[in-house]
């Protein structure tokens, strides 16, 4: 998760391809280390998680997807590629608010 939040995507190949690490495998905080590479706007790690079975539909403790977290962030580029891989844009969290309820506050 670490190593997807700090932009080692060697690090990130190595687990996923040579330790076969679950990459949908969460924290204490729901996150995975798809939701820390969206946070963290890592483009490049969250590309090659979702081509490595990352689920899109992913969400935290406090319900936010992954389409949330990156239109809160403003990582555009992110909700672009989560969209086109199949991210539900109706998804709610915890307080009743999707991807587009965030992009308008």
């Given at each position: 998760?670490?190593?997807?939040?700090?932009?080692?995507?060697?690090?990130?190949?190595?687990?996923?391809?040579?330790?076969?690490?679950?990459?949908?495998?969460?924290?204490?905080?729901?996150?995975?280390?798809?939701q820390?590479?969206?946070?963290?706007?890592?483009?490049g790690?969250?590309?090659?998680?979702?081509?490595?079975?990352?689920?899109?539909?992913?969400?935290?403790?406090?319900?936010?997807?992954?389409?949330?977290?990156?239109?809160?962030?403003?990582?555009?580029?992110?909700?672009k590629?989560?969209?086109?891989?199949?991210?539900?844009?109706?998804?709610?969290?915890?307080?009743?608010?999707?991807?587009?309820?965030?992009?308008?506050?």
């Open positions: 998760m670490y190593a997807s939040k700090y932009s080692l995507l060697d690090v990130v190949q190595d687990l996923v391809e040579n330790r076969n690490a679950n990459v949908n495998i969460k924290d204490s905080n729901g996150d995975s280390a798809l820390y590479a969206v946070k963290s706007g890592r483009f790690i969250v590309k090659y998680l979702i081509q490595h079975n990352g689920n899109v539909n992913d969400y935290d403790n406090i319900g936010n997807s992954l389409l949330i977290s990156a239109t809160k962030a403003g990582y555009f580029s992110l909700v590629l989560l969209i086109k891989n199949h991210a539900d844009v109706d998804h709610q969290n915890n307080e009743g608010n999707t991807a587009l309820h965030t992009a308008i506050s």
